[in-house]
């Protein structure tokens, strides 16, 4: 009998943590390094929650073609009104997304796409990613009737030239083939390329933490967001670079082997980006 006892007790803990660690976490952020579930509102509060910080990570991001400036807050995207707003707060956002300069595209620009940000605004008053702090006061509207855009650029590269896409405009079917969507429970998480039959080129920040194969699924095909009629193919190895760490910005590469892909009566064949390595 006690025998019995023990092993239900044990049986709980063994769920519990289950739970609490590596089961589901819906509703609530992941932790990439120990898969401990936080709550989504603790997600960029200023807060290190998870070990190694991964909960005040990405909570900048840039929306649309036009590139309108949006903050992370509470599990909203709020957008930011561009009064007050100065060159050091575009300098530290664009740093938060990767770059070292910014370009500011501030005033009518952004004043034609304000109604389709008007949901949930703020008014920006610190974002220093050094200390992981994210200051601002949410707002009803703008005073100043337009929302704050920015373009960030890499340090000497030309304007008209960038290695990252933010923004950018629809694409057509077909156009690039080689481009795929990476679903993290069935939820789009990052993009990548193919370069080989079975291979996905992404970045490590992507994968890190997350290296559970049967938790993703490559979706080609896709034009835009959700899912419509897009072929998922399931993923059999993550493999990220060995240097990379979560807090640096360097050996942010990885890649992704794809299970068989031939069906009952033929193979499918993906077209993949060219590379010269």
């Known amino acids: ?3 019995l006892i023990g092993a239900s007790v ?6 519990t943590l289950g739970i609490g660690l590596g089961g589901d976490c819906v509703g609530k952020f992941r932790c990439g390094t120990s898969s401990r579930c936080i709550s989504g509102s603790a997600q960029c509060d200023g807060v290190m929650d998870c070990e190694n910080g991964e909960d ?5 991001r840039l929306s649309g073609k036009s590139s309108v400036l949006q903050v992370l807050s509470g599990g909203v995207w709020r957008t930011v009104c561009s009064e007050d707003w100065n060159s050091a707060l575009g300098l530290s956002a664009c740093k938060q997304l990767g770059y070292s300069r910014t370009r500011e595209l501030i005033g009518t620009a952004a004043e034609l796409f304000f109604n389709q940000y008007s949901d949930h605004l703020c008014l920006l008053l610190s974002l220093r990613l050094a200390h992981h702090f994210l200051s601002f ?4 509207q703008c005073s100043s009737g337009t929302v704050t855009t920015i373009k960030c650029l890499e340090c000497g590269s030309r304007p008209q030239f960038s290695s990252r896409i933010v923004g950018g405009n629809v694409s057509a079917l077909g156009q690039f083939p080689w481009q795929v969507s990476l679903h993290f429970q069935s939820e789009h998480l990052c993009g990548g390329s193919v370069v080989a039959d079975s291979w996905i080129l992404t970045a490590a920040h992507c994968v890190y933490g997350f290296a559970f194969p049967s938790l993703w699924a490559v979706h080609v095909g896709l034009t835009e967001q959700p899912v419509n009629g897009a072929q998922a193919l399931a993923v059999q190895k993550i493999i990220y670079h060995g240097r990379y760490r979560p807090k640096a910005l360097d050996y942010d590469i990885a890649l992704m082997k794809l299970g068989p892909l031939c069906l009952l009566t033929y193979c499918t064949s993906l077209i993949s980006l060219c590379l010269s390595l």
């Open 137 to 140: 006061s949410s707002k009803t």
């Open 1 to 3: 009998m006690e025998l």
């Open 56 to 60: 005040e990570l990405s909570c900048v």
């Open 10 to 15: 044990l049986m709980v803990v063994i769920l």
